[in-house]
């Protein structure tokens, strides 16, 4: 009996009136009945203010407390949205109570019309007396129910509640939500042997965990030795103490799909799992209500459960990777009750819910995280610091003959068999519970679990050597109908229904795996679901069928995943191609990867690459008369090369040179330049500047005589980043006036890389105008900022940091407060969006902005966000040709701090690397003025004369014509010179020459530079 109300509907009444009360009560109503419907119940009756309703019958059966409850909390969850809109148009709090109770009602009439109170008044009061003390938006049941469904969801401790009128009090626990486990309502377990320690070391490590010390555990060991029996006897110690367990299982087939097993964790820990969209989405808001609403986009993506109409916004996958870091954890912070998340079978994990689970869910979580896994994963959980390891090795000879008596009974005619399995099974438990199922069904031995006899000689008996062909000999033995469901059922996954097997085109026959204890029934109502009782069980059915047979299964199935949520094509893609490249389906399985990469390029970059990897690998493996062949793998290399920086890895080299060939036998250009813009920017994070230069003109010259529009402003970006780094001004106002006419007025045009390469340009273009002395430079720095902003976060990021990066230490800019406004702004934009390199970028101007602040605080400031983003670049391997300009701003700050000598030691070498790698006229500038000015400020030996040949040096360093930076920074610096030379009439020739400069120029830096000099 399910019993909902409406709290203080009298209250609600009086505030709203009988019309509207009425009108939200038949809403309610039939939001409740579609609820109870839907799981297999029949709405009984309307109560004025309630519902009743009535699940089985006439005995009340575990699976229809099951379905009640799965009813009750679906009700909670479907009038959330009614209670929203009550609350914004009526401001009142509607909000409904739910009881439920089992027991016998009357056959015959329940789910009739007239099902009276009499009749059944006993079972309906109890159920209305739960319903009288369920907090509001919660759900109570009584013992009766409770015993039921204990296996099937999560309950709160139980509680005694005393029931107005009565004083008697009675047994009543919360429903908190349907627990995803897998355990199979019923499952027979063997008794537990052996295992104490680690039994005792787990019950330790989750009283810690309750005590607020959360911890790591990996339990490691072969198949079969009791991994997830050891996670099942720590979830019962959980339940004991009211710790609820959300759980993880990793597949074979799975292991390719990228976020499968985080989606999976996640799922159980917001409790959406077998909820449909709508009221999945509605669960998660109810649980962090605060979140910013754009981040919640992000979860539901993650989850699967994001709303197909509503657009996921553009965010760079390590902005998304950041946000949900951020909203997780607040999430888990907020949290009141402890939680187990357990992994199983990690060793199958997807490679993106590995990083993601080892990088920021499990560090600091104050939850206890259990992982399973075997021997041979060697992954990322292995090194997860500070973990506990609980290695399992076989049970000993007494254990293990303990559980196999166990597993016979104490009928002396099957001790010598016992030995004799206990023997084969060298301590593997699950092999010991095969060889006897095995027995059993060979009729060695007779009669039931636990209390068999055998008549069997022994020394005649066989007895299978390995598991592996103790499972395959059973399975061998079933009827060709089950073998058949069996062997489709291994093809689908761990975990399978009866509607998907019959797509595949088997007719199921199931009684008889679940007979033979094969497989497990799990889902009862509705569409019934199986698991295989272990994963071994399902490797080798999958490996024992014909492959042609497979193959053919593999087929059916992905054209099966994709009809029946075709919506959801391009999430399932990665799977999809499993199924077609397990099919040999190569052609097909090629292009799903690609649309799984195409799908995983703004979720994970990452896996975005092992898709197109996995594409270059079949067309790579195609036949060489294949007429799509050298399309076929010039794709998917073009998009690795192109994408290589953005993983920090220095991959490009050989795969490189392999596209360079396939392109230049194809003619095609366009692939070409792509591939070699990706390897310009890797040459460039990696300082590389040498190879950046040529390679970047190659570029441009192969982009250009494409004559597409589209490509050049596409690529822009990254070539005129190589040409600037390059120190060319001359290209980067060429390349970027280029762009500017292009892209035509359109700030989107050729948004394939960067969102906005228009606005890009023009900042740009700005930059070399300055560069060169031309006019039309502020104008510049001003016009990209607002186009930017209102079309791509990344490149509004990208503008404001190339303006202040250079700009500020260049002395263009001055560091003032709209300037520090801007970036500080940019910055939070970029962390909401933006990669991690755009982030470092802009992080870098703050820095060097800050240090160039008067105020000591400010500069401290700088000086710590400096070091921060200098180790972050070095560790990653990023925008390592900016580092130098950070380094020796660092420097400077420490000789201010008093450390001159170990500074102008720094700035010495930084400068000379600069020199090295040809790059005085960008950085080496700014950088030549801090070392020249701190070797005078100390004015040691030699220093003036250093100073000097510093100056002498960057005087003749080739390049373009008409590079005014460079003039008015050399009458900067030989102001500084003569000065401390004490050549005053020289001295006061150049400051005036310098500031005149500065004036005719509009650099603001400079200007106030020659203002502060005596
Ligand atoms: N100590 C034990 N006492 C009794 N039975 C056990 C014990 N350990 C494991 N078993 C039983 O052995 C079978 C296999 O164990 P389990 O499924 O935990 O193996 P596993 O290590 O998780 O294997 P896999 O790596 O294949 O997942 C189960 O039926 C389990 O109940
Ligand atoms: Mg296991």
Same mark, same amino acid.
Request: glycine share 6%.
């Given at each position: 009996m399910l019993f909902a109300d409406v709290v203080h509907s009298m209250n609600i009444a009086a505030t709203v009136g009988s019309e509207r009360l009425r009108e939200i009560m038949a809403e309610l109503v039939n939001i409740t009945a579609a609820v109870v419907r839907r799981c297999g119940g029949t709405v009984d009756k309307f109560t004025g203010d309630g519902i009743m309703a009535v699940f089985g019958a006439p005995v009340a059966m575990e699976d229809h407390a099951v379905r009640a409850c799965r009813a009750a909390l679906g009700i909670q969850d479907a009038t959330a949205r009614l209670t929203a809109e009550v609350k914004h148009r009526d401001g009142i709090d509607l909000r409904l109570r739910v009881g439920l109770n089992s027991g016998q009602v009357i056959a015959g009439e329940v789910g009739s019309t007239s099902l009276g109170y009499t009749a059944i008044g006993e079972q309906v009061g109890m159920a209305q007396r739960m319903e009288s003390v369920a907090p509001p938006g919660e759900v109570m049941v009584s013992a009766s129910t409770a015993r039921l469904v204990e296996d099937a969801v999560a309950l709160g401790a139980a509680e005694l509640v005393h029931i107005k009128g009565t004083d008697r009090a009675i047994h009543a626990q919360r429903l908190l939500s349907m627990s995803e486990e897998r355990r199979p309502v019923g499952r027979a377990e063997s008794k537990l042997v052996g295992r104490g320690r680690e039994m005792s070391a787990l019950e330790g490590l989750l009283d810690r965990a309750l005590g607020g010390h959360g911890a790591v555990v990996e339990v490691v060991g072969e198949p079969g030795i009791g991994k997830s029996r050891l996670v099942r006897e720590v979830a019962a110690m959980a339940a004991v103490r009211d710790v609820e367990v959300f759980s993880a299982f990793c597949e074979s087939h799975t292991s390719q799909v990228p976020f499968h097993a985080v989606a999976r964790l996640l799922r159980a820990a917001t409790g959406v799992e077998g909820l449909d969209g709508q009221a999945a989405r509605t669960r998660v808001r109810d649980q962090i209500p605060d979140a910013d609403p754009e981040d919640v986009l992000l979860l539901d993506d993650l989850l699967g459960i994001a709303d197909p109409i509503t657009a996921i916004p553009a965010i760079d996958?390590?902005?998304?990777?950041?946000?949900?870091?951020?909203?997780?954890?607040?999430?888990? #912070?907020?949290? %009141?009750?402890? !939680?187990?998340? *357990? =992994?199983?079978?990690?060793?199958?994990?997807?490679?993106?819910?590995?990083?993601?689970?080892?990088?920021? #869910?499990?560090? %600091?979580?104050? !939850?206890?995280? *259990? =992982?399973?896994?075997?021997p041979e994963y060697q992954g990322a959980f292995t090194r997860?610091?500070?973990?506990?390891?609980?290695a399992l090795a076989p049970l000993s000879d007494s254990e293990t003959a303990a559980l196999v008596a166990h597993l016979l009974g104490p009928e002396p005619s099957v001790d010598a068999l016992g030995r004799r399995v206990a023997e084969r099974a060298a301590g593997n438990p699950f092999f010991a519970e095969e060889l006897v199922r095995d027995l059993a069904e060979r009729g060695v031995l007779q009669g039931e679990p636990g209390a068999y006899a055998s008549a069997a000689e022994v020394s005649e008996v066989s007895v299978p050597a390995t598991l592996q062909a103790t499972i395959a000999a059973r399975i061998d033995r079933l009827d060709p109908e089950a073998k058949h469901t069996l062997s489709a059922a291994a093809v689908i996954g761990s975990r399978f229904g009866l509607d998907l097997l019959t797509v595949l085109g088997v007719e199921p026959v199931t009684a008889d795996l679940v007979a033979a204890q094969l497989v497990d029934q799990v889902e009862f109502s509705g569409q019934p679901e199986y698991v295989f009782h272990h994963p071994l069980i399902r490797a080798v059915a999958y490996e024992a069928q014909l492959k042609s047979?497979?193959?053919?299964?593999?087929?059916?199935?992905a054209a099966a995943i994709e009809a029946r949520e075709p919506e959801s094509a391009d999430q399932n893609a990665a799977l999809i191609a499993e199924h077609l490249e397990a099919a040999g389906d190569l052609h097909a399985a090629y292009g799903w990867h690609m649309r799984a990469a195409a799908w995983a390029t703004n979720r994970d970059i990452a896996t975005a690459r092992l898709s197109w990897g996995r594409a270059q690998k079949i067309a790579d493996a195609l036949p060489a008369e294949d007429p799509n062949r050298t399309a076929m793998r010039i794709a998917p290399r073009t998009m690795l090369c192109g994408t290589a920086w953005r993983v920090h890895v220095n991959v490009t080299g050989d795969r490189f040179d392999?596209?360079?060939?396939?392109?230049?036998?194809?003619?095609?250009?366009?692939?070409?330049?792509?591939?070699?813009?990706?390897?310009?920017?890797?040459?460039?994070?990696?300082?590389?500047?040498?190879?950046?230069s040529p390679l970047t003109s190659e570029a441009m010259a192969l982009a250009e005589s494409v004559g597409d529009a589209t490509l050049t402003l596409g690529l822009s970006f990254p070539l005129i980043y190589g040409k600037i780094e390059s120190a060319e001004w001359c290209e980067v106002l060429r390349w970027s006036q280029t762009v500017i006419d292009l892209a035509d007025g359109d700030p989107s045009k050729g948004n394939f890389l960067v969102g906005c390469p228009l606005a890009l340009?023009?900042?740009?273009?700005?930059?070399?105008?300055?560069?060169?002395?031309?006019?039309?430079?502020p104008e510049d720095l001003r016009d990209g900022q607002p186009m930017a902003r209102g079309v791509d976060p990344a490149s509004y990021a990208?503008?404001?940091?190339?303006t202040y990066l250079m700009g500020i230490p260049l002395g263009v800019l001055r560091p003032d407060d709209r300037a520090l406004y801007e970036i500080e702004d940019a910055l939070r934009i970029a962390e909401r969006s933006s990669d991690d390199t755009v982030v470092g970028y802009i992080r870098a101007a703050l820095a060097l902005a800050l240090m160039h602040r008067q105020k000591a605080a400010e500069r401290d400031r700088g000086q710590k966000l400096g070091a921060e983003v200098g180790e972050v670049l070095l560790n990653q391997g990023r925008n390592l040709c900016d580092l130098p300009i950070i380094e020796v701003y660092l420097a400077r700050e420490r000789a201010i701090a008093g450390d001159r000598d170990d500074a102008i030691a720094l700035m010495r070498s930084t400068v000379d690397h600069l020199f090295r790698t040809g790059r005085l006229l960008l950085w080496g500038l700014a950088a030549t003025g801090v070392l020249v000015q701190t070797l005078l400020d100390r004015a040691g030996d030699g220093d003036a004369a250093e100073a000097e040949a510093a100056v002498e040096r960057l005087a003749a360093a080739p390049a373009d014509e008409g590079l005014v930076i460079r003039e008015i920074w050399l009458l900067r610096l030989?102001?500084?010179?003569?000065?401390?030379?004490?050549?005053?009439?020289v001295y006061r020739e150049y400051r005036d020459r310098h500031r005149d400069m500065a004036k005719t120029l509009g650099f603001e830096g400079h200007i106030a530079w020659a203002e502060a000099m005596p």
């Open positions: 996958p390590d902005a998304r990777r950041r946000r949900l870091a951020a909203l997780l954890n607040a999430a888990r #912070l907020s949290r %009141q009750r402890l !939680a187990i998340y *357990v =992994v199983e079978d990690a060793h199958w994990i997807d490679e993106v819910s590995e990083s993601m689970l080892t990088d920021f #869910l499990i560090p %600091q979580t104050p !939850a206890l995280v *259990v =992982v399973t896994y075997r997860v610091a500070g973990a506990h390891t609980v047979d497979r193959a053919e299964l593999h087929r059916r199935l392999e596209l360079r060939e396939l392109c230049a036998a194809a003619g095609d250009k366009a692939s070409l330049a792509i591939g070699m813009a990706g390897l310009v920017m890797d040459h460039a994070h990696q300082d590389r500047m040498r190879e950046v340009a023009i900042t740009t273009r700005g930059m070399a105008r300055y560069w060169l002395g031309r006019p039309g430079w990208g503008v404001v940091g190339y030989h102001a500084l010179l003569t000065r401390a030379r004490g050549d005053d009439s």
